[in-house]
């Protein structure tokens, strides 16, 4: 028998009718609602399904004809409509109905107008949508065109989920491609158990990286530092940005070693860091909600991988590299652990001041992520000088597509306290944008890089000094050109001979672009690398 869904129920009960309604209601009925009509979709399974399935249920809907899927992007928030709701064991050939006023972005589906319009559904079993999108593992229907519909008075659609996405053609060419080059004294992937992750989490947590190896690497080869010391290499570690991943790293790690075989890049082992939870990015910080991340990486992974490969072992050869998310990372990492680093090249990162986080100042007593002391909505996107999306769309879009994983999301479970339910305490209100004062004094003093620099520099300074090396555009598609700005204002204050260099008109998705090389960055950022590993050492041929 199909199952009703939820939302059903409940405005059942806001009617004052539920104890009625549950001696005769019938599978796919409506409820009468005071107000505009609700608009509905009737979900099913197909029966080849093998087994129930669960996850959360996400209906698209956009106006057009004759396209393939139908789904959401940041770059244009308001062409596509989008409903959700949790299933449970949804089992072959059964149906849930989703209210699609109840949950939805940007607005109530009662607020379309009519018109010809697309539908698909989507169910997200494993959570990762605001993450990574559709996975090869969720489940999907055709798009169903909607001609001529008229969402408050015409037929309820019905959409059946049938079939798995496919996976992106050049993304699947790009893994394939990199992993036909893998092989020993090439590429060697590393998944270690860490105790202290696997007791935090109270089940086995790895921490996974791709170590790519220089060209020509012979363990034992003679050393540019004399005849008879065993050939080492300096170090860097890389992380990715948000939504990136293992396959990612990898794909990135090939393009440098090719960078290397070519002669545009010195002699390095790259280590290419995992830094992704089904929460978001762990950012390689300890956290009281993600765990120990940076500790672990630290004490545990690093010795480890330098037990195992050729490595310099010292400070001046370990360095670091990131960008976005990955760029925080790597510029906390530096931050935390001057003794063990020597230095961090960290592009378009995410806010290091929180006076600036892409806009607002988080310690205004008015503090507000949706709006401007005028009123006025805060930009998140930009395209140069266009605005593409405002903070508040992205906050309640990343609500409807699910409860984790989205970028909001994932910085309070990096940054915040843990509330008395055990989940992450939100910095700011979902539903006004208000900031929590007492939330945003815990992230200013355990990860407001540019106060923790200027509360610890006594003792953090000699270390830190000529280390830190920040690469943004000033027209980043996020705005991150800001907070680097107050970043680099703090540090120049302190003395600390901080490098900050802002490419005119570069976004975030175009600051590694040298000429037509879309990575040519990764060279300068190498050779700089390699003169504080090797001073004075020539590596080109």
């Given at each position: 028998?199909p ?82 709701l ?9 149906a ?39 996975s ?29 996405p ?9 893994l ?11 590429a060697?992937?590393?998944e ?15 921490i996974r ?25 300096p170090?860097?570690y ?64 690093i010795p ?23 760029g925080?990372a ?10 063990i ?37 805060r ?15 992205l906050a ?92 680099d204002?703090?540090l ?28 040519g ?11 504080v ?9």
């Amino acid at each position: 028998m199909p199952e009703i869904g939820r939302s059903a129920l409940m405005r059942n009960a806001i009617l004052g009718l539920a104890a009625a309604i549950a001696a005769c209601h019938l599978p796919g009925s409506r409820a009468l609602a005071a107000g505009p009509a609700h608009v509905f979709f009737r979900v099913e399974a197909a029966s080849s399904i093998n087994g129930p399935v669960s996850g959360r249920l996400l209906v698209f809907v956009k106006q057009g004809e004759s396209d393939k899927e139908v789904d959401i992007t940041e770059f244009h928030p308001q062409d596509t409509w989008v409903t959700a709701l949790e299933v449970h064991d949804l089992a072959p050939g059964a149906a849930v109905e989703v209210d699609a006023d109840e949950t939805a972005y940007p607005e109530p589906f009662s607020q379309l107008a009519p018109g010809d319009y697309e539908a698909q559904a989507v169910l997200d079993v494993d959570h990762t949508y605001n993450y990574s999108g559709r996975s090869p593992e969720d489940w999907m229907s055709a798009v169903v065109p909607l001609t001529g519909w008229n969402p408050a008075g015409g037929a309820e659609p019905t959409l059946t989920l049938e079939e798995h996405p496919q996976k992106d053609p050049k993304r699947s060419a790009d893994l394939a491609q990199a992993r036909a080059q893998v092989a020993p004294g090439v590429a060697q992937l590393e998944e270690v158990e860490s105790p202290l992750l696997s007791r935090f989490w109270g089940r086995s947590m790895k921490i996974r990286a791709w170590v790519i190896l220089p060209p020509a690497y012979d363990p034992n080869a003679p050393s540019l530092l004399g005849p008879h010391a065993p050939q080492t290499y300096p170090t860097a570690y890389w992380t990715h940005g948000f939504g990136g991943g293992i396959d990612g790293a990898l794909i990135m790690g090939m393009r440098i070693r090719q960078r290397m075989e070519e002669g545009k890049m010195p002699p390095m082992i790259w280590v290419m860091l995992d830094e992704s939870l089904p929460e978001g990015t762990h950012e390689f910080a300890d956290s009281v909600n993600d765990g120990p991340w940076g500790t672990a990486l630290t004490t545990e992974f690093i010795p480890y991988l330098e037990s195992r490969y050729r490595m310099d072992a010292r400070p001046s050869s370990r360095l670091l590299n990131g960008h976005s998310s990955g760029g925080w990372a790597t510029l906390q990492l530096q931050v935390n652990y001057p003794q063990i680093f020597g230095g961090t090249w960290s592009t378009s990162p995410d806010p290091s001041d929180f006076h600036d986080f892409t806009g607002p100042d988080l310690y205004d007593p008015q503090a507000n992520l949706y709006r401007r002391p005028d009123g006025t909505p805060r930009p998140i996107f930009r395209d140069h000088d266009k605005v593409i999306a405002t903070m508040e769309q992205l906050a309640r879009l990343e609500t409807v597509l699910g409860p984790y994983g989205g970028q909001l999301a994932s910085f309070d479970w990096v940054f915040s306290p843990k509330g008395k339910d055990g989940a992450p305490e939100p910095m700011f209100d979902r539903q006004t944008g208000a900031v929590d004062p007492q939330v945003a004094a815990y992230w200013r003093e355990h990860y407001d890089l540019a106060h923790i620099c200027q509360a610890n520099w006594a003792q953090r300074g000699p270390a830190l000094k000529g280390k830190i090396h920040v690469i943004v555009g000033t027209a980043d598609t996020f705005y991150l050109d800001g907070p680097a700005h107050k970043f680099d204002a703090v540090l120049a204050g302190l003395n600390a001979d901080a490098h900050f260099t802002y490419l005119p008109g570069r976004t975030h998705f175009d600051l590694y672009k040298v000429g037509d090389d879309r990575y040519g960055l990764f060279d300068r950022i190498g050779a700089e690398m390699y003169a504080v590993a090797r001073p004075g050492v020539e590596w080109k041929k």
